[in-house]
Structure formats: structure tokens, C-alpha cells
């Protein structure tokens, strides 16, 4: 069957530290991999898309890798802040004919303390 | 404010009614999608529009059905609620993403359903 796993336990990490949150699924063959942010009652925020061709993407203190032999994906924050505390979802941009399925992972909380 | 617009924030409903979710697409994106998120089962997807057109579907039950209108704003109907339809619908709009495609997708802020 198909699935999206990501880090089901909450991750608390100290301010200033590297946050790694890992996404990997099974039968899946997407053509694009998306990490949203979502803060509570609230809807997700697009953060970075990595294609399937691309290894590694950054942005400001965000890093995306993609590994569609491991088929696996690993998002990096550096220097965390506690305002980067919230939950990441991982999402599989999968083209169906004519259309395309955003399916997303259940998320991972992220905590950074003091 | 991601300039997609859902209403009702919130809706309190009884069981077997039938309640109607609006969502506004930000202006230019031709694609609305919508999702179910409910704490036991994350974010689902439930059905894709594309000016228009169903495009793509996910288990989007019978009991519920969507349409987008000509002028792009989509509406999502659930019928015969159940208590376990309980849940935050989101909508969303896309835009492609320049130089090598992908889409990006816009969440609004989401309906809070709550089935009694």
C-alpha cells in the first residue's frame, strides 16, 4: 500500500541546534517533494519543492534532500528559534492524467527551547 | 494572509444535515483543492478542480461532492453528516512554480466542522 511516513514523536530540540525531520514513503513515484509549515489552526505554508531530479535545495536556513533510491527525503532547519517551532509536513506531488495529488504526511511537531 | 478565503470558519451542525463549505481561490489560480484534517488521520486529500474540471480525486466519500464555479470559487457539500465527519476542511489554490514546474499550493484558513 501506499504510504507517507514522517517522525510521528515530537522532536524537541535546544535553540541554535540543526533540526533534521525525515519523510519517507512507499509506492510512490512523485514528481515533485513540497515541506509546508503548519501552526495550529491554521492552514499549512509552503516552504520548499524539491524535483525528482534535484538532490539538494536551500533556502535561507532551510535545506531540502531527496532521494528517490532511498526514496526518502530529509528537511533541515540550522540555527533553530523557537519561532521555527510548529509541525512540518512532508507532501508528494504526484500527476495523475490532467490532474495533480497533493497527498501530505501526517507531520512531525517541531520544538525548540531555550 | 495566503489570499484564499473559506467560509465559514466555523459551523456547528447536527448529525444528518447537510452543511455547503466556500472557498475563494486567490485571484489567477486556477486550481482549488480540498482537504480533510482530523487528529487521527492528518491532512486527506479529497478531490482536485482545475478551472472547472475535476481533475484529480482522493477517498472523498459519496456523501460528499464538491463543483467550482465559472468564476473559479469551489464549493465542497457534505451530506448526511456523521460525527466522525468532524474535522477542519481546508481549501487550497495553486500556482505553477517558474523554471521547472511543480505547483505550489495556497491553504486558506480553514472550516471548522462540528458534528453533535
Redesign the interface.
Known sequence: SQKIEQNSEALNIQEGKTATLTCNYTNYSPAYLQWYRQDPGRGPVFLLLIRENEKEKRKERLKVTFDTTLKQSLFHITASQPADSATYLCALDILTGGGNKLTFGTGTQLKVEL | D?G?TQTPKHLITATGQRVTLRCSPRSGDLSV?W?QQSLDQ??Q?LI?Y?NGE???K?NILERFSAQQFPDLHSELNLSSLELGDSA?Y?C?S?AL?RG???????????TRLTVV
Request: no cysteine; glycine share 24%.
Open positions: 495566503s484564499v483543492y482537504y492528518g491532512l486529500f482536485h482545475y475535476e481533475r484529480a482522493g477542519l481546508f487550497a495553486s512554480i521547472g514546474g511543480g505547483t505550489e499550493a495556497f491553504f486558506g484558513q480553514g
